[in-house]
């Protein structure tokens, strides 16, 4: 239980950390969703129950910063958090090529859940998922991505002791 709220309060604070500190973005309106990638380590490493809590919390708190409706975020990190737990003991992280899989698949399910709800609900903002910001994301996303897991990993290592996570 411990593990679920450490993540999550991590992801928040990462959430609260982009939107605060880079609210115009890093490169071309982009940043690296750091909270997006630490969603997808921990759901792929403790399954898809944590994934869905963390994800609905993370993306509350994203709801709540931005001036998208309550529950669009949510709904999506979920969503992502659900997906990448399904994952869990199936797939073995290679230190550079999966985690680059794994992040730029959950970015892109987040671009077309955020595309299918916008043009639902808001139609005039709905073209404007798919641009040139998007690709940077992507690409930002991929870039960061095994370095976090590195990161992830080895802080996982120093806490327990074991380099395998517990598949319960």
Do not use: W
């Not at 239980?1 to 959430?15: E, N, P, Q, R």
């Not at 910063?65 to 994952?87: K, Q």
């Not at 808001?122 to 991505?145: H, K, Q, W």
């Amino acid at each position: 239980m411990t593990s679920i709220l450490l993540h999550t309060a991590l992801m928040c604070g990462l959430v609260v950390l982009q939107t605060v500190a880079f609210p115009s973005g890093l490169v071309r309106g982009a940043t690296p969703d750091l909270a997006l990638i630490l969603l997808c380590f921990s759901a792929n490493h403790h399954g898809s129950y944590r994934g869905e809590l963390s994800g609905f919390a993370t993306g509350v708190v994203l709801d709540a910063l931005s001036l998208a409706p309550l529950g669009f975020h949510a709904f999506i990190r979920t969503v992502i958090g659900y997906v990448s737990g399904v994952f869990r003991g199936k797939i073995f992280i290679d230190p550079i090529l999966v985690p680059v899989l794994i992040i730029a698949a959950a970015t892109l399910l987040k671009a077309v859940m955020g595309y299918g709800l916008a043009s639902v609900f808001a139609p005039d903002v709905a073209p404007t998922v798919f641009s040139g910001r998007f690709g940077i994301e992507i690409g930002l996303n991929a870039l960061v991505a095994p370095f976090f897991f590195a990161l992830l990993k080895s802080l996982h290592l120093i806490r327990t002791g074991r380099e395998r996570f517990d598949y319960e």
